[in-house]
């Protein structure tokens, strides 16, 4: 098990798959834009449903920031696309079944091994500028908008 990451850590790289059909890296953001990642537990449980539809409804909102937001889970590929489908995601779901980004992340739960709701943000550097350990799933969003503003990541 990886140790637990801390604010000012790089953040590990990653090529995930992802519910739109592409496959993201985390270098490719580097120095272009912030990146947030929000781990969630498990596609079409009762929070991450919740949190899922406060992305997809308040989307706009993030997006008036230079950032580009992922939920992420060590669901199968084809399981979070069917959730991001459902919840009508605007924006990707990246999928770590072999669960080695979740563990470079320090986010897997002892024994039933699936990922803690943690949120990470990442500045343009790499480096982890925040980690949100106590999200709230119906206000994902409007948390993740305040956060950004705290962190002064730029607007569009």
């Known amino acids: 098990m990886a140790s637990e990451l801390k604010v000012g850590d790089v953040a590990p790289d990653f ?5 739109d059909g592409r496959t993201y890296t985390l270098s490719a953001f580097r120095r272009q834009q912030a ?3 929000a781990w969630f537990p498990r596609a079409f449980t009762h929070g991450c449903t919740i949190e899922c539809r406060s992305l997809a409804q308040h989307g706009g909102e993030i997006r008036r920031f230079q950032v580009t937001y992922f939920m992420i889970s060590v ?6 696309t069917g959730f991001a489908a459902q919840e009508h995601a ?7 079944p072999t669960r080695q980004v979740a563990r470079a992340y320090g986010v897997l739960m002892p024994i039933i091994a699936i990922p803690k709701r943690w949120t990470f943000y990442i500045g343009i ?7 949100d350990k106590r999200v709230r799933f119906a206000t994902s969003a409007e948390d993740m908008v ?5 962190l002064r990541v730029p607007r569009r």
């Open 15 to 19: 090529a995930l798959p992802a519910s």
């Open 35 to 37: 990146v947030v990642l």
């Open 75 to 80: 669901d199968p590929l084809d399981k979070n």
């Open 90 to 96: 605007d924006f990707p779901i990246l999928s770590d």
């Open 125 to 131: 550097d790499g480096r982890i500028q925040a980690i």
């Open 146 to 150: 305040a956060t950004l503003q705290q």
